[in-house]
């Protein structure tokens, strides 16, 4: 990979990142008090990431004269989303702990009302509202497992979108006739 793509893959890393940033701030304040709304907008805001990563995949392989192979692709994707991926933990980290320490206890209201009013089942109430006591534990482990599984995810889409964006350079042969 050359240092061209290396560079548009940082650099969309960033952007990315940066626009993850401010839909998670978004969602965690306009969309907290409506579980289903709330759940709506994760996966808007999540199919709007998978867009960009689709964009900067698709303005790599523009940048280099129309072609790419799956593993140029691949390797430039994977570079703008460990980027973005880093960009979400450590902003999400510091909303809960910084920004809004009381976002958990919000959000955790606001599902167990949620629930409550549509008749849930108490045992599925319960088992939802304890794993809201784990979300709160922030540790080195949990952040870096959530990277991890973020990455993951990500990279499937990643490898995806290689697929569909390659186009390899077709090679011409000289031949006498």
């Known amino acids: 990979m050359d240092s061209q793509k290396k560079s548009l893959s940082v650099n969309f890393g960033i952007a990315i990142g940066i626009i993850y940033c401010v839909l998670i701030f978004c969602q965690n304040q306009?969309?907290?008090?409506n579980p289903l709304g709330f759940s709506l907008s994760k996966i808007l805001c999540y199919l709007l990431i998978v867009g960009g990563f689709f964009y900067s995949g698709y303005?790599?392989?523009?940048?280099?004269?129309?072609?790419?192979?799956?593993?140029?692709?691949?390797?430039?994707?994977?570079?703008?989303?460990?980027?973005?991926?880093?960009?979400y933990v450590i902003f999400s980290t510091i909303y809960i702990k910084?920004?809004?320490?009381?976002?958990?206890?919000?959000?955790?209201?606001?599902?167990?009302?949620?629930?409550?009013?549509?008749?849930?089942p108490q045992d599925k109430t319960?088992?939802?509202?304890?794993?809201?006591?784990e979300a709160r534990k922030i540790t080195i482990g949990t952040l870096v497992q959530s990277f991890g599984f973020g990455v993951i995810i990500d990279a499937i889409f990643g490898?995806?979108?290689?697929?569909?964006?390659?186009?390899?350079k077709p090679e011409f042969e000289n031949q006498i006739s």
């Not at 306009?30 to 008090?33: E, G, K, N, P, W």
């Not at 994707?77 to 880093?86: D, Y």
């Not at 995806?160 to 390899?168: E, H, M």
């Open 59 to 87: 303005t790599i392989r523009k940048k280099s004269a129309g072609y790419i192979s799956f593993k140029d692709c691949l390797g430039s994707l994977l570079i703008v989303i460990v980027i973005t991926e880093l960009f």
């Open 126 to 133: 319960d088992s939802t509202i304890d794993n809201f006591k």
């Open 98 to 120: 910084y920004i809004d320490p009381t976002f958990i206890e919000k959000l955790k209201s606001s599902w167990h009302s949620y629930y409550i009013s549509h008749n849930i």
């Open 159 to 168: 490898v995806i979108i290689s697929a569909v964006l390659k186009k390899i």
């Open 30 to 33: 306009f969309f907290y008090s």
